[in-house]
């Protein structure tokens, strides 16, 4: 699982400004639908980037709150916060998603974005949500399949190898493919099921791919792939400057789920 310590914080931060994860968020949100004077509650706010969004879509009349096991998360969520004038209305604290600490039917949505994938047991944590929603309240999940994450390179199988290290922080590297089950499990039904691609063809070196092969990198020597093997890997990617030479896809999913009587 990953450590979010303060550089990991820092570094999210950093990767969840690119416009593809703009625009990942934008995605989640239509799917969220929030609307004027609804309770939400964000699960995993990591840096609030999500929770201020909503924030906004939920104003006036209603309110945000935004949990996080990290407390580092929650420094950088309440700073965003406090930058973005929305005190009054996101309220962020320490939270853990398997034990929720608010009254059954609580909330209009609960919304987690790349987090269960971080919690060993998530089907506790998605029943936690179903039991804090509201009739008619809808549950939105989105999260990644790391086989399902391409970069080009001199050396596929070498790729392979890092690319199952990042996934390997992850309780589920692989979640999507158990969430329609996991939802049905906790009493919801199955209302959205989607996927998009963060899709990159030319390099960016503060682009989301690039982003993320310093996490693949760290990853890959705490599991025994040898630091030459690692530095002539980051070399190969970072060395695809010319048009056509960088591909980088991650495919992401997103899923709802709706509670009835």
Known sequence: ?????????????????TPPIVDQRRRLRAVVAAASGEAGLDIGCGAGHLACEL???????GHIVAID?????????T???????????????????????????????VVGAQVYSDVPDVGRAIREAARVLRTDGRLVI??????MCVWRSSDPVLTRRMIAARGALFAHAHLPRELPALLRAAGLTLAVAQVFSLLETSYDP????AGIIEIAREAALKRGVT???????EADLR???WDGEWFFCLNRFIFAGTKHR
């Open 55 to 61: 924030a906004r879509e939920v104003a006036p009349g």
């Open 227 to 233: 630091s030459t093997e690692v530095a002539a890997w």
């Open 142 to 147: 989105l999260d990644s399949d790391w086989d």
């Open 1 to 17: 699982m990953l450590d979010y310590d303060a550089v990991t914080v820092a570094r999210l931060d950093r990767l969840y400004s």
């Open 69 to 77: 096991r990290s407390r580092q998360s929650i420094a950088a969520s």
């Open 206 to 209: 503060t682009s989301f791919g």
């Open 239 to 241: 060395s695809r400057t």
């Open 79 to 109: 700073a965003r916060v406090a930058k973005e004038g929305l005190e009054r209305v996101v309220d962020v604290r320490i939270g853990d998603a398997t034990v929720l600490e608010f009254p059954d039917e609580t909330f209009d949505f």
